[in-house]
């Protein structure tokens, strides 16, 4: 998902002044009036203050549990020094939200991406401790020098992951300042979904480096709940839309049916990214019904997939009907 917010050009003046500088530590930046804004540059009282000690001192007091942030730090001694973060928490506006993530490849692609290491999303302060940094670095240890063959492939690669044109995707326009970008494919096998094409499941996932939405490649043909449930991943979130034919009161119906799975199991990936999902699930079933003209009958949110059941599903698509006695009035006295 991308917006169409700029950097400002004081927000580039600094950035520029902490290129320039090795006496600045890092820049915190926010959106305000449709552009990204500088809140000003972190200095440290002395050039001595290890990456950790000016987390604790500079850093930390910038943090708010309700305030999306953009932080940019110098983490590394060689070139590329630094490192962007997207602070959104939980608990900041939903509008703020769409916002700072939407546009957290917009800041690194402005400023040049050429400068960052590596890009964070983080949605607790937690995250932004030496603590949280050590256990990001846990995570996702980084790899091994390059050559300069893989290194020039690399940024021909994140170059087209970028801009969003690589091949097979497209650019889905939700609104005047926000896009989403699909694959080819996915957007293809979404429309298989109407009704006599044959297609009965389409599992996407977001690519959490490039922001594309992707199609989950499998050859699956559940004829059940049940047997859905086996092809959704347990540690991974997924947009699931499954055309599920089943017979009830002697009749047969295929209701379109659309879940969202975000497992909450410590140390995946859906812990790191699960303010993502939930921002891309409404774009996500627009490009459903807007792109491939699909019309979802019910839709089912849970975090783990144990959650979906026949029994669930079934009370959802037919309801019992409660049945009302008819009144009747009480017989006179003495008849």
Do not use: W
């Not at 950035?15 to 890092?26: C, E, K, P, Y």
């Not at 499954?242 to 859906?270: D, M, V, W």
């Amino acid at each position: 998902m991308q917006s169409g917010i700029s950097a400002s050009q004081e927000l580039v003046s600094q950035f520029n002044t902490l290129l320039g500088s090795r006496d600045h530590f890092g820049l915190v930046a926010t959106i305000a009036n449709e552009q990204l804004h500088p809140l000003g540059l972190l200095t440290p009282s002395s050039s001595g203050n290890s990456f950790s000690a000016n987390v604790t001192a500079l850093l930390t007091p910038k943090i708010k549990p309700n305030e999306a942030l953009y932080v940019i730090l110098r983490r590394y001694d060689s070139a590329p020094a630094l490192v962007a973060v997207t602070y959104v928490p939980d608990t900041a506006p939903v509008r703020q939200k769409m916002l700072f993530a939407a546009t957290r490849l917009t800041l690194v692609r402005e400023l040049g991406s050429e400068h960052f290491r590596e890009t964070i999303f983080a949605t607790t302060a937690a995250e932004l401790t030496p603590a949280g940094f050590e256990k990001h670095d846990a995570h996702s240890k980084l790899d091994a020098p390059l050559t300069e063959e893989e290194r020039t492939l690399g940024e021909v690669k994140r170059a087209e992951q970028e801009a969003g044109t690589g091949t097979g995707t497209r650019e889905i326009h939700l609104s005047k300042s926000l896009s989403m970008p699909i694959s080819e494919e996915a957007l293809s096998s979404l429309k298989e979904l109407a009704p006599g094409n044959g297609r009965e499941l389409v599992m996407l996932k977001i690519n959490p480096t490039s922001e594309v939405i992707e199609l989950v490649p499998s050859s699956a043909t559940p004829s059940s709940i049940s047997e859905l449930v086996q092809t959704i991943s347990s540690s991974e979130p997924r947009f699931t839309f499954y055309r599920y034919t089943h017979q009830h009161a002697g009749s047969e119906s295929s209701p379109l049916l659309f879940f969202y799975t975000c497992p909450t199991i410590a140390g995946t990936k859906s812990i790191k990214y699960r303010m993502m999902y939930p921002l891309m699930k409404r774009a996500v079933l627009e490009i459903a019904g807007r792109e491939a003209g699909l019309t979802v009958d019910k839709k089912f949110e849970v975090e783990d997939t144990d959650e979906i059941t026949e029994d669930v599903v079934h009370a959802d698509l037919h309801p019992q009907v409660e049945q009302k006695k008819a009144f009747s009035r009480p017989k006179r006295p003495g008849r």
